[in-house]
């Protein structure tokens, strides 16, 4: 595991945006951490990264999924008012965690078993106002590999 405290939001989204560069088409990071906590300002300093204009990234509360054009699709769940299975599979989560493009998920805790058996966890927790703590996790043995090469960025 890998702790990192940052001060603002802009530091959130340069962490973000270099953790982007070792993603790869395929790839799944959970978003933990309560509302308001900056995972969408994360998923903005990722996406910038694939060249994805960041006023684009907005948590996509209503519809569960927004998908972003950019350097690879993104796709970028917000799971917080999934309140049944059915309309998970109704989006066909499948076809994502498993394609072609990069998954962003805030709330993955929602997902329960249809929850993919690796991946990069990233959870934030408010520490202060403006101040936050990010701990990554990795499950899964590219996420472990992934988890080596961030440390060696710190
Ligand atoms: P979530 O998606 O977790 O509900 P958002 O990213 O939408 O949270 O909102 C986080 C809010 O906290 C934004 O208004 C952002 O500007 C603010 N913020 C303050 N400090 C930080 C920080 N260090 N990292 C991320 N966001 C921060
Ligand atoms: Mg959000």
Known sequence: MITVKTENEKETKALAARLAKLLKPGDIVFLNGDLGTGKTTFVKGAAKHFKVDETKV?????????????????????????????????????????GEGISFVEWPERLGDAAPSEYLKVTIAHRTE??????????????????????ELK
């Open 58 to 98: 907005v948590s996509p509360t209503y519809v569960l999924l927004n998908i972003y054009d950019g350097k690879y699709e993104i796709y970028h769940f917000d799971l917080y008012r999934l309140d049944n299975m059915n309309q998970i599979n109704t989006i066909g989560y499948e076809e994502f965690f498993y």
């Open 130 to 151: 403006g101040k936050r703590t990010i701990k990554i996790m990795a499950r899964g043995t590219r996420y472990k590999n992934l988890l080596e090469k961030i440390k």
